[in-house]
Protein backbone atom coordinates (compact mmCIF):
# COMPACT_ATOMS: atom_id res chain seq x y z
CA UNK A 1 0.00 0.00 0.00
CA UNK A 2 0.89 3.53 -0.17
CA UNK A 3 0.90 5.95 2.69
CA UNK A 4 1.61 10.10 2.53
CA UNK A 5 3.05 11.57 5.16
CA UNK A 6 2.88 15.08 5.58
CA UNK A 7 5.17 17.33 7.49
CA UNK A 8 5.86 21.36 8.56
CA UNK A 9 2.09 22.65 9.73
CA UNK A 10 2.33 25.02 12.93
CA UNK A 11 1.15 28.06 14.16
CA UNK A 12 2.60 31.17 12.78
CA UNK A 13 1.99 35.01 12.83
CA UNK A 14 0.50 37.11 9.86
CA UNK A 15 3.26 37.65 7.18
CA UNK A 16 5.36 34.71 8.93
CA UNK A 17 6.44 31.85 6.86
CA UNK A 18 6.29 27.64 6.71
CA UNK A 19 7.17 25.05 4.74
CA UNK A 20 4.98 21.81 4.76
CA UNK A 21 6.70 18.85 2.99
CA UNK A 22 5.15 15.06 1.92
CA UNK A 23 6.41 12.05 0.96
CA UNK A 24 4.85 9.04 -0.63
CA UNK A 25 6.09 5.46 0.23
CA UNK A 26 5.37 1.98 -0.67
CA UNK A 27 5.66 -0.23 -3.07
CA UNK A 28 5.27 2.41 -5.92
CA UNK A 29 5.85 2.17 -9.96
CA UNK A 30 5.07 5.92 -10.90
CA UNK A 31 3.92 9.16 -8.97
CA UNK A 32 2.20 11.34 -11.18
CA UNK A 33 0.59 14.60 -10.42
CA UNK A 34 1.33 15.83 -6.84
CA UNK A 35 -0.95 18.54 -4.76
CA UNK A 36 -2.02 20.49 -1.63
CA UNK A 37 -5.48 21.30 -0.48
CA UNK A 38 -6.83 22.96 2.29
CA UNK A 39 -9.66 22.87 4.29
CA UNK A 40 -10.68 25.76 6.43
CA UNK A 41 -13.37 24.95 9.18
CA UNK A 42 -16.83 25.05 7.68
CA UNK A 43 -15.76 25.50 3.94
CA UNK A 44 -15.03 23.09 1.00
CA UNK A 45 -11.49 21.14 0.79
CA UNK A 46 -9.84 23.46 -1.98
CA UNK A 47 -6.65 23.13 -4.27
CA UNK A 48 -3.77 25.10 -3.42
CA UNK A 49 -1.35 23.64 -5.81
CA UNK A 50 -0.57 21.40 -8.02
CA UNK A 51 2.66 20.38 -9.71
CA UNK A 52 3.09 17.33 -12.54
CA UNK A 53 6.03 15.03 -12.87
CA UNK A 54 7.16 17.66 -15.50
CA UNK A 55 7.33 20.28 -12.70
CA UNK A 56 4.29 22.24 -14.36
CA UNK A 57 2.77 24.03 -11.25
CA UNK A 58 -1.16 25.33 -10.76
CA UNK A 59 -1.95 27.63 -8.14
CA UNK A 60 -5.29 29.21 -6.70
CA UNK A 61 -5.21 32.97 -7.45
CA UNK A 62 -5.40 33.79 -3.52
CA UNK A 63 -1.92 31.93 -2.81
CA UNK A 64 -0.01 33.06 -6.22
CA UNK A 65 3.28 34.50 -5.32
CA UNK A 66 3.45 33.97 -1.86
CA UNK A 67 3.21 30.28 -2.24
CA UNK A 68 5.45 27.93 -3.85
CA UNK A 69 5.49 24.08 -4.59
CA UNK A 70 8.21 21.96 -5.94
CA UNK A 71 8.79 18.09 -5.57
CA UNK A 72 11.70 15.49 -6.02
CA UNK A 73 10.71 12.77 -8.49
CA UNK A 74 13.26 10.30 -7.14
CA UNK A 75 12.29 10.77 -3.65
CA UNK A 76 8.61 11.04 -4.09
CA UNK A 77 8.42 14.20 -2.21
CA UNK A 78 6.46 17.00 -3.08
CA UNK A 79 6.78 20.07 -0.83
CA UNK A 80 5.25 23.78 -0.13
CA UNK A 81 7.01 26.97 0.75
CA UNK A 82 4.17 28.83 2.33
CA UNK A 83 5.48 33.00 2.95
CA UNK A 84 3.78 36.14 3.62
CA UNK A 85 0.80 34.04 5.23
CA UNK A 86 -2.38 35.21 5.94
CA UNK A 87 -4.78 34.35 8.57
CA UNK A 88 -7.38 33.48 6.09
CA UNK A 89 -4.55 30.90 4.97
CA UNK A 90 -5.80 29.01 8.55
CA UNK A 91 -6.70 25.65 7.56
CA UNK A 92 -5.80 21.82 7.47
CA UNK A 93 -3.88 20.54 4.81
CA UNK A 94 -3.68 17.34 2.86
CA UNK A 95 -1.12 16.04 0.62
CA UNK A 96 -2.64 14.62 -3.16
CA UNK A 97 -0.73 12.19 -5.15
CA UNK A 98 -1.64 10.50 -8.71
CA UNK A 99 -0.03 6.86 -7.88
CA UNK A 100 0.62 3.88 -9.90
CA UNK A 101 1.31 0.96 -8.24
CA UNK A 102 0.99 -2.07 -11.14
CA UNK A 103 0.75 -0.22 -14.50
CA UNK A 104 -1.09 1.14 -15.92
CA UNK A 105 -3.77 1.85 -12.89
CA UNK A 106 -3.78 4.92 -11.28
CA UNK A 107 -5.51 5.73 -7.88
CA UNK A 108 -5.46 8.86 -5.69
CA UNK A 109 -4.17 9.15 -2.57
CA UNK A 110 -4.11 11.78 0.70
CA UNK A 111 -2.54 12.43 3.32
CA UNK A 112 -3.55 12.53 7.01
CA UNK A 113 -3.69 16.57 7.11
CA UNK A 114 -1.22 19.13 8.78
CA UNK A 115 -2.93 22.13 10.60
CA UNK A 116 -1.46 25.53 9.55
CA UNK A 117 -3.03 28.81 11.70
CA UNK A 118 -2.05 31.79 11.12
CA UNK A 119 -2.77 34.18 14.00
CA UNK A 120 -1.52 37.24 15.82
Known amino acids: QVQLVESGGGSVQPGGSLRLSCTASGTIFRVYDMGWYRQAPGKQRELVASITSGASTNYVDSVKGRFTISRDNAKNTVDLQMNSLKPEDTAVYYC??????????????WGQGTQVTVAS
Open 96 to 109: NAGVVLTPPYEYMY
